[in-house]
T-cell receptor, first 117, second 112 residues
Framework: GAVVSQHPSRVICKSGTSVKIECRSL??????MFWYRQFPKKSLMLMAT?????????EQGVEKDKFLINHASLTLSTLTVTSAHPEDSSFYIC?????????????FGSGTRLTVV | GEDVEQSLFLSVREGDSSVINCTYT??????LYWYKQEPGAGLQLLTY?????DMKQDQRLTVLLNKKDKHLSLRIADTQTGDSAIYFC????????????FGTGTLLAVQP
């Protein structure tokens, strides 16, 4: 149980286009999801906290107009990278909290490798 | 502030014990975690420890927490080649938001 599906796993797009990444909790309802970005051989940097039915909370330095987050249902959060540029190429990972496990309950998606050419 | 540091690289021989260290700065952390990431994959939760505990053991894994020094370690007994991966420590901060702040990651290389 407690599976988070992230799609696509890999995407290559042209500079200037937008890319949408989906994060779904398959067998539980996730009121809160998190989006992380990971550069090669680097740690995961929290980008934003996504709350169902409300605006996402972005970390300092993350452009909200660049990285659009929508959490319209209890099982789906999306991250859209708008007008992508090569510097947006990265590994993006989402996670969802499992409320019944309190602070120990984080499930991570398998990540999306974005390459902007 | 939120800052979690780890050594970048650790190399051990198969069968030896591995110890991966982590220091953090947020004294209000309630939980601290160890995650494993294999190449090109997501994160796998290995274990976690509540901040009022000093030690937790789970099969080959032993977590030690020194809250006074804000130091966390993960010991892997009888390290196997399949343990080769990047290991991240993480702390939960932010109270109700419970966001995770990750360490810089330690690449564990296990030599046969």
């Amino acid at each position: 149980g407690a599976v988070v599906s992230q799609h696509p796993s890999r995407v290559i797009c042209k500079s200037g286009t937008s890319v949408k990444i989906e994060c779904r909790s398959l067998d539980f309802q996730a009121t809160t999801m998190f989006w992380y970005r990971q550069f090669p051989k680097k740690s995961l940097m929290l980008m934003a906290t996504s709350n169902e039915g409300s605006k996402a909370t972005y970390e300092q330095g993350v452009e909200k107009d660049k990285f659009l987050i929508n959490h319209a249902s209890l099982t789906l959060s999306t991250l859209t990278v708008t007008s992508a540029h090569p510097e947006d190429s990265s590994f993006y990972i989402c996670s969802a909290t499992r409320p019944w496990e309190g602070s120990a309950g984080y499930t991570f998606g398998s990540g999306t490798r974005l390459t902007v050419v | 502030g939120e800052d979690v540091e780890q050594s970048l690289f650790l190399s051990v021989r198969e069968g030896d014990s591995s110890v991966i260290n982590c220091t953090y700065t947020d004294s209000s952390s309630t939980y601290l975690y160890w995650y494993k990431q294999e190449p090109g994959a997501g994160l796998q939760l290995l274990t976690y420890i509540f901040s009022n505990m000093d030690m937790k053991q789970d099969q080959r894994l032993t977590v030690l927490l020194n809250k006074k020094d804000k130091h966390l370690s993960l010991r892997i007994a009888d390290t196997q080649t399949g343990d080769s991966a990047i290991y991240f420590c993480a702390e939960s901060v932010g109270g109700a938001t419970n966001k995770l702040i990750f360490g810089t990651g330690t690449l564990l290389a296990v030599q046969p």
